[in-house]
């Protein structure tokens, strides 16, 4: 059972561009979870979604940011026109959502974002 | 509003040595704690996770503990080696998300 994968592992966009993050959960599992890591900083949450449905988008930044998570595919999330301060390591975790494990968030490796 | 405080920011302790990590969360109703090891410009690894119900884990050198009525955990390393220096993160779990604290970085010299 492959873990949570995400690509591409970095990613290096000008300023202005649109950076496209992709996460494919662990095989059955339906929640997906993204976190940004500010250099020098801890995690914040961003969104929580489930297949079709954005639940929580509270971490979000308001503007340029948006995720997806389709019936089929990968959860996406995008950035538009991307400035500098959003260099960061973005990271997406999955879970069940039922059964024993149901809480339990399973990270993948992240996506390297850098902006020139 | 949750929120998690790692004391201390950074660590340094010569090899061997016993040492614990402290992490600290203002709201009780949690549904689980864990303790993860992020080596530089890489992911993730979950060393110990306590599910509310539980006072602690262990696994090898590590235990770590839960005191949810006080908002606090410790992580304890037992006969520190080389290989465990790293930024250890400690996240508490409500009804989604995680709430992560800064991380204690750790180096263990030689």
């Known amino acids: 059972n492959a873990g949570v994968m995400q690509n591409p592992r970095h990613l290096v966009r000008r300023r202005g561009q649109e950076a496209r993050l992709r996460c494919s959960p662990m095989k059955g599992h339906s929640h997906v979870y993204w976190y940004r890591q500010l250099p020098e900083e801890g995690l914040k949450f961003m969104v929580y979604?489930?297949?079709?449905?954005?639940?929580?988008e509270s971490g979000m930044p308001k503007e340029r940011f948006s995720a997806e998570f389709p019936k089929e595919g990968p959860s996406i999330l995008r950035i538009q026109q991307v400035v500098r301060g959003d260099s960061a390591a973005y990271f997406c975790?999955?879970?069940?959502?039922?059964?024993?494990?149901?809480?339990?968030?399973?990270f993948g490796a992240g996506t390297r974002l850098s902006v020139l | 509003k949750q929120e998690v405080t790692q004391i201390p920011a950074a660590l340094s302790v010569p090899e061997g040595e016993n040492l614990v990590l402290n992490c600290s969360f203002t709201d009780s109703a949690i549904y689980n704690l864990q303790w993860f090891r992020q080596d530089p410009g890489k992911g993730l690894t979950s060393l110990l996770l306590?599910?509310?119900?539980?006072r602690e884990q262990t696994s090898g050198r590590l235990n770590a503990s839960l005191d949810k009525s006080s908002g606090r955990s410790t992580l304890y390393i037992a006969a520190s080696q080389p290989g465990d220096s790293a930024t250890y993160l400690c996240?508490?779990?409500?009804?989604?998300?995680?709430?992560f604290g800064q991380g204690t970085r750790l180096t263990i010299n030689p």
């Open positions: 996240a508490v779990q409500g009804a989604q998300k995680l709430v």
């Open positions: 306590i599910q509310s119900s539980q």
């Open positions: 975790a999955s879970s069940p959502r039922t059964g024993l494990a149901k809480n339990i968030q399973y």
């Open positions: 979604l489930q297949k079709e449905n954005i639940i929580d």
